[in-house]
């Protein structure tokens, strides 16, 4: 695949501190999304992929067996884990490597295990087989390692699937999320997963000044989730990374001139304009 660098790697699961949470899975260093507001640049400085973010991916292309050997040995319950939470585990080469879909098979022999997912692309669809056996246990108690609610995860939920969707519109979009799923493509996976009885929600985040937080832009798009049968949303402000910022002033310039201002009144404010918006 152009662009992917096959890797090996050393460990499959990595601790976190994430709420909800007790293991992170990345299948994937590097995204192709290229998203302008992605902090993992920021948190993987020192990954050979940080100064090509957005068009260089390496692909563990052992992580299914590293995976397959932690959870065998592993006494302790594994509880939930995040996939992924640097990168996109449903990024576009995940259609030809399948490394995510491996890590979840691996994953649903542990009845302790638990899921919960994050993504910008409509691949996750393709997973809906392997989502139905782990909803089977939705009901039951929440697994060890951790009975708090996690961002989006209902209580005792074994798997959840969250959609990142900034604004609604699909060609405002493409201009900060540039190989992503278009939002209409993610609501219309969205509807199919919660037909199918998965557990979906919403994650509106960053929230861009001057774009997305209208009245009228957060009605529709809200109106927009409910209309796929979502029925729990989250947000999140921008977080203002330099690297960040300046490829958003660029972009602000660039194609929406008239919210630059907003922008900038953000990134000298950020308490003031986050009370205010919510």
């Given at each position: 695949?152009p662009g992917?660098q096959p890797?090996t ?8 501190g994430?709420p909800?949470h007790?293991?992170c899975l990345?299948p994937y260093t590097?995204?192709r ?7 993992a640049p920021v948190?993987l400085?020192f ?6 973010w ?18 065998l040995?592993?006494?302790?319950p594994v ?11 449903y990024q576009?080469?995940e ?6 879909r491996?890590?979840l098979?691996?994953l649903?022999?542990?009845?302790d ?8 692309s ?5 997973d809906v087989?392997?989502?139905?056996r782990?909803?089977?246990g ?9 009975n708090?609610?996690g961002?989006?995860r209902?209580?005792g939920?074994?798997?959840s699937?969250g959609?990142t969707?900034t604004?609604l519109?699909d ?5 900060f999320?540039?190989?992503a799923s278009?939002?209409s493509e993610?609501?219309?996976?969205a509807?199919d997963?919660v037909q199918?009885g998965?557990?979906?929600?919403v994650?509106v985040?960053?929230?861009l000044?001057g774009?997305?937080?209208?009245r009228e832009?957060l009605?529709?798009l809200?109106s927009a989730?409910?209309?796929?049968g979502v029925s729990?949303v989250s947000?999140d ?6 690297r960040?910022v300046a490829?958003l ?6 194609r929406f001139?008239?919210?630059?201002l907003?922008l900038?009144?953000?990134?000298r ?6 009370a205010?918006f919510?």
């Open positions: 695949t992917v890797v790697c050393k460990t499959a699961l990595s601790r976190t994430i909800g007790k293991y990345n590097g995204c999304h290229g998203c302008l507001y992605c902090y948190i400085r990954s050979p992929v940080s100064d090509a957005g068009t260089k991916v390496q692909a563990k292309v052992n992580i299914p067996d590293v995976l397959f050997k932690e959870v040995r592993k006494r302790t509880g939930i884990v995040m996939l992924g939470s640097v990168t996109d585990a576009p080469c259609r030809e490597l399948g490394l995510t491996r890590c098979e691996i649903g022999e542990r009845p295990a638990g899921v919960s997912i994050l993504t910008k409509a691949l996750v669809t393709r087989d392997l989502f139905r782990w909803i089977s939705n009901d039951e108690a929440s697994p060890a390692g951790g708090e609610d961002i989006g209902p209580p939920a074994r798997l699937v959609f969707i604004v519109e060609d405002m979009a493409k201009a999320e540039p190989g278009s939002p993610r609501l219309e996976a509807r997963l199918a998965i557990p979906v929600w994650f985040a960053p929230v000044p774009i997305g937080d209208s832009s009605e529709g809200l989730i409910r209309d796929a729990k947000f402000r921008l977080n203002p990374y330099p960040s490829l002033q660029a972009t602000y310039r660039h001139p008239g919210a630059l907003y900038e009144e953000y990134l404010h950020p308490i003031a304009y986050w205010d919510e």
